[in-house]
């Protein structure tokens, strides 16, 4: 497939890409690696807020102004600028190599991630923007003149977004979570879970994203990996049409069959201890257990009973009464059966609407914490002076009083830049799966940074990010970039190619994408059926500014093929997991760096 004569337009204006050329590229290379504090630090001042205790406020400098910014952190208020010069840091040091190679960026710096990717934006005034738009799996072809379209689908604004993100954080702060608690989440890509995510981040509790698509065995190993007290899920999700119960087969079956090893290690210590079993016999048993799990996370009982069998039929037990064997054998399976509880409790968002779904004493309704939160919230704006009764007299207000109004009940919590913000794993691809973390201050700043050097991204334009909150993609550009750099987001449930190869683009169309990230696999779907090509170009697509891809290596043919096919701006780009954003990309308009796939 070659590209079409009318698609061989050169990119638009570069408008935000600082680099414009190979000079640029040079002069900024040189500028990082003689003082990467200084280069990094005056990407991170510019890009987010931080917090200034002097001040209590949060301040970030304008470099289109030439002056620090701040909002008083009491109620959001626009304050005085301060009186700091332009080389002021908001932090002691910006890169402490002081005990390489563990490096610290941004030391004794403040920051919140959630302040800079939703409070922030409302209070420059763009609460009636579009933060997200959301469109289910479920497919209505009559829809728009027989082109088809979503059944269900709206509009979040950002002031929606702020309200929805301070009524999941009042609930987990009513299920006894704080700052350096730490929870799962496990959800369809539904707005509750950028909800749920964003209220983490508001409260400075670390959270873990685990793919919906991920075995209940993975999502046992990551729920205790990370030590989570709370997991998030849903009662199901949709998926090529069809209901996938979350609750009921991974989340259900995850706290139900798997024991953490050190527990299960734990039980069989303390049931061989209240027998009586002699000594050298006890280590036997313990010995076979700790053999059989040492490489596991969480364990089924029978991995446990399988290696109890096995050493109550050694040598060491020859001799040894049957019955007595068969005591032990009861003792400890029973004691693994009554294993306490893992977690403190799981909230189920309804989602499906299924009929008898199975119910735990630990489950929680979503919507019902909700709505014990929303009016804690209305009561906490009336003690605090605002005249509001209703949820829709909350985004009836204006920005500012609206964002004073909330944090009423909950203000962003200042955090250490270097403070853990998620644990995410690593696809596992070259050996075991590792947790990596990322925080609060780098990481945001460092992605909001690379959709303008990647994408020329401004507020306002819309982004199409195919991804999921499970995998880093969907948690740097999904959720973070697209919020920190003040962009409108699409957020699909189910996939971008059913029921047919034409969603996607039915979707750029519809809401004049500018910006599509996806991964390799996907184009690659695309290219093996004549017809997926027809059905992409039943629809328009000429809003596209630039589109990338992620996830794996891209080969020259399949680059080709997405510039032939939907935008000559079809740019490489590598990353990885660790890296949590784009570190080798196509700088966007660069006449020196001309794209081509080769």
């Known amino acids: 497939m070659t590209i079409a004569p009318e698609k061989m337009t050169p990119p638009q204006e570069i408008r935000v890409n600082p680099v414009r050329d190979r000079a640029s590229w ?112 479920r497919w209505d072809q009559s829809k728009n003149a027989g082109r088809g379209g979503p059944i269900v689908s709206y509009p979040v604004t950002r002031k929606k977004l702020l309200l929805e993100v301070v009524k999941a954080a009042k609930v987990l702060q009513n299920l006894g979570l704080k700052q350096g608690d730490r929870i799962a989440l496990n959800l369809p890509n539904i707005m509750e879970q950028i909800y749920y995510t964003e209220a983490a981040k508001r409260l400075g509790v670390i959270y873990t994203p685990v793919f919906g698509g991920f075995s209940d065995k993975t999502l046992s190993d990551r729920i205790h990996n990370a030590g989570a007290r709370v997991v998030i899920t849903s009662d199901g999700g949709y998926r090529n049409a069809q209901i996938v119960a979350y609750k009921e087969i991974y989340t259900d079956k995850a706290l139900d069959n798997f024991v953490p090893i050190e527990t299960a290690q734990a039980i069989v210590e303390a049931r061989l201890t209240e027998l009586g079993v002699e000594t050298s016999l006890a280590e036997r048993i313990k010995e076979a257990v700790r053999e059989a799990i040492k490489s596991e996370i969480t364990v089924e009982r029978a991995d446990v009973m399988r290696a109890v069998g096995l050493a109550l039929a050694s ?67 009336q003690e605090a002076g605002h005249q509001v009764s209703s949820e829709a007299d909350l985004l009836a207000m204006p920005d500012g009083e609206l964002v004073a109004a909330l944090w009423a009940t909950s203000k962003p919590v200042p955090v250490e830049a270097e403070y853990p913000l998620f644990f995410i794993y690593t696809s596992g691809s070259t050996g075991k799966p590792k947790g990596v973390v990322h925080t609060h201050g780098g990481y945001v700043a460092g992605v909001a940074h690379t959709v303008k050097v990647a994408f020329d991204a401004l507020p306002g334009d819309v982004i199409f990010v195919v991804a999921d909150p499970g995998w880093i993609t969907g948690q740097s550009y999904m959720i973070c970039a697209t919020l920190a750099a003040r962009l409108t987001g699409i957020i699909i449930e189910g996939s971008p190619v059913f029921p047919s190869a034409g969603r996607y683009s039915s979707i750029i169309e519809r809401y004049r994408v500018n910006i599509f990230k996806a991964g390799v696999t996907f184009l690659k779907a695309i290219m093996s059926d004549p017809q997926n090509v027809q059905d992409v170009n039943h629809y328009d697509m000429s809003s596209l500014r630039v589109a990338t891809f992620c996830a794996e290596p891209c080969s020259p043919s399949v680059q080709q093929f997405g510039m032939a096919l939907m935008t000559p701006q079809y740019i490489n780009s590598y990353w990885a997991t660790e890296h949590g954003g784009i570190v080798w990309t196509h700088f966007f308009g660069n006449p020196d760096y001309p794209l081509q796939a080769d």
């Not at 968002?349 to 939160?373: F, G, K």
């Open 26 to 137: 040079e002069r900024m290379r040189a500028e990082a690696q003689a003082d990467p504090g200084a280069f990094h630090g005056g990407i991170a001042r510019r890009e987010i807020h931080w917090y200034d205790p002097k001040l209590d406020a949060w301040i970030r400098w304008n470099d289109d102004e030439q002056r620090w910014m701040a909002r008083s952190h009491q109620d959001g208020a626009k304050l005085a600028s301060p009186a700091y010069g332009p080389d002021y840091e908001p932090w002691q040091k910006a890169f402490d190599d002081s005990e390489a190679p563990f490096y610290r960026w941004f030391a004794g710096g403040l920051t919140n991630a959630c302040f800079n990717e939703v409070d922030r934006h409302v209070l420059m005034g763009g609460g009636e923007e579009t933060a997200f738009i959301f469109e289910g799996d």
């Open 315 to 381: 040598d060491e037990f020859r001799g040894i009464d049957t019955a007595y064997k068969s005591q032990i054998r009861t003792a400890i399976a029973l004691g693994l059966v009554e294993a306490p509880e893992r977690v403190d409790g799981v909230v189920v968002v309804r989602h499906t609407r299924q009929p008898d779904l199975n119910w735990r004493s630990r489950d929680q309704w979503s919507h019902e914490l909700i709505e014990t939160a929303t009016a804690q919230i209305i009561a906490a704006a």
